[in-house]
């Protein structure tokens, strides 16, 4: 086996001595997990950022995947000092994958070529990984049989990323955000890196790579220090707005900004409403439905964890209960319990009269009982499959069971300016579930022209009333929000289903041919 106490790479195949062999199986462990989180920050990051998460996710990991082969193909040049090699690696793969969360949110706002930057560091990060297992292969192939060697060395890795993949939605995301997230296995890596520097440093030089690793680790910790400041510049650079409230939750990353007075609320990115002109928005999803239903006892809302919808419908004395379905109870516990959100909504999630529910609302309309004399869906757009899923035939099915004989519902449905397929997929989809609709649109600064879609068991007709206090909605508007010009015309368009998701690729199609 040769002297244990010889210096590494001085033997061929660079031999580990048995002080090294737990160590270097238990980094296996922590690489693997390290690698993993690494994958799903970017994958995820991806997905916040660039929208479209299978899509991101595929691509991403697709990468990543092909990088790391890359890197395990690479490892076949690694002739000499295995260890040495090992070593520099981790103290590389801490320092970029440590930093790769915080790097992607500061560039994000600033760089024309996201893209470029994103799969350039993922590609970095990938190849480092897999060089990790090979060289990890042939250092302990002196300490264990083959086979003995390969069992312990995969076991370990598919461990790893069995801890990774459950603390990362689980813990890690919601608790520590993607930015300490990073920073944290960052200092793992390094950690694994300085372990090994300081049993090897009777037999070898390794004041340098000591250095390096102190010098990586003390910036992870500067890091972690400062990884709220970070987060709130990457955020204002990207909002250009003042932040005033950032949580990532185990659904959806929740940011709150001020300007000039003005509110807003973005969910994973995207605008959900400006206190300026929110009242149009939500008048224009809730009255036209209230106001065709004679008796509406029972409202359901789906979304709308803001209380503001919950606000309208509690304005009319007829409604005697609301069940209200949001997924994320951050959401609705910071706008129950935040004074000047609680203005905005008036106090309408502490109402005795609502009751709420912190539920998937796809799963849970499939369980409920019903019937609701009005149905308020207020979902995001569908920019991904897991919102798709909310504006699917099987769906609306379900809702047309909830459905009272002579109730209504409708569904927040995107820009028929903008996206009309879209627009228009949601009145096909409905009427593939047995529903009679009828599309309407509202012009909301903050948004543009954007468009909801009303349906029920028979044909709609016109309101029976509105009441007299509304900011924005008279008699004489309502009716004007049924009229299509040309340019949102109805076209023909696909049903949106579970196997298909027509809707989340046209949307994505759509506005990114707006935004371009």
């Known amino acids: 086996m040769g002297d244990p106490a010889a210096p590494d790479g001085a033997r061929d195949g660079g031999e580990a001595p048995r002080s090294h062999a737990v160590i270097l199986l238990l980094s296996v462990l922590v690489v693997a997990t390290c690698g993993l989180v690494y994958e799903l920050l970017a994958g995820t990051l991806a997905s916040y950022l660039l929208g479209d998460s299978v899509t991101q996710f595929s691509t991403v990991i697709g990468t990543y995947l092909f990088a790391m082969g890359l890197g395990s193909w690479l490892s076949r040049y690694v002739r000499t000092d295995e260890i040495g090699v090992f070593v520099r690696v ?305 769906f609306y099915r379900e809702l047309n069971r909830l459905l009272a004989p002579q109730g209504v519902l409708t569904i927040q449905s995107t820009s028929p300016l903008i996206a009309p397929r879209s627009y228009w997929t949601v009145a096909s989809t409905l009427e593939a579930a047995g529903l009679s609709t009828r599309g309407y649109h509202v012009y909301v600064p903050s948004f543009g022209e954007w468009g909801f879609t009303m349906a029920a068991h028979a044909p709609l007709g016109d309101a029976h009333f509105l009441p007299v206090n509304l900011r924005f909605l008279s008699p004489v508007a309502e009716r004007l929000l049924f009229f299509f010009p040309p340019d949102m015309a109805r076209r023909p368009t696909p049903v949106n289903r579970l196997d298909n998701q027509a809707l989340v690729r046209s949307f994505g199609e759509e506005w990114a041919h707006y935004d371009s």
């Open 90 to 394: 981790e103290i590389l793969i801490a320092a970029l994958g440590g930093w790769s969360a915080a790097l992607l949110f500061m560039l994000f706002p600033l760089s024309q070529d996201f893209r470029v930057a994103l799969y350039a560091l993922v590609t970095i990060i990938g190849v480092l990984v897999g060089l990790e297992i090979p060289l990890l292969i042939r250092i302990l192939q002196h300490r264990f049989a083959f086979r003995e060697l390969v069992s312990n060395v995969l076991t370990y890795d598919y461990v790893g990323a069995l801890v990774a993949s459950l603390l990362f939605p689980l813990v890690l995301v919601p608790q520590l955000g993607m930015i300490r997230t990073g920073l944290v296995f960052g200092l793992a890596n390094v950690g694994v890196a300085i372990a090994l520097l300081l049993v090897l440093r009777h037999s070898r030089k390794t004041a340098f790579d000591l250095a390096a690793a102190l010098a990586v680790m003390a910036s992870l910790l500067i890091g972690l220090a400062y990884a709220e400041r970070l987060q709130r510049w990457s955020e204002i650079a990207f909002y250009g707005e003042r932040v005033i409230y950032a949580r990532s939750t185990p659904y959806q990353r929740i940011v709150m900004t001020r300007r000039n007075g003005e509110l807003r609320l973005y969910l994973n990115g995207n605008l959900q409403f400006s206190s300026r002109d929110e009242y149009r928005y939500h008048e224009a999803l809730v009255w036209p439905v209230l106001a065709r239903v004679e008796h509406p006892r029972q409202v359901l809302i789906l979304g709308g964890g803001d209380g503001l919808a919950a606000r309208e419908v509690l304005r009319d004395t007829r409604v005697e209960h609301i069940t209200l379905v949001d997924l994320d109870p951050a959401m609705t516990k910071l706008f129950r319990g935040t004074a000047e959100l609680v203005s905005l909504n008036k106090g309408s999630l502490s109402s005795p009269k609502l009751t709420v529910v912190n539920s998937d609302a796809f799963r849970w309309v499939r369980g409920a009982k019903g019937p609701y004399d009005a149905v308020i869906a207020d979902f995001p757009d569908p920019t991904e499959y897991s919102l798709g899923k909310l504006y699917t035939e099987s």
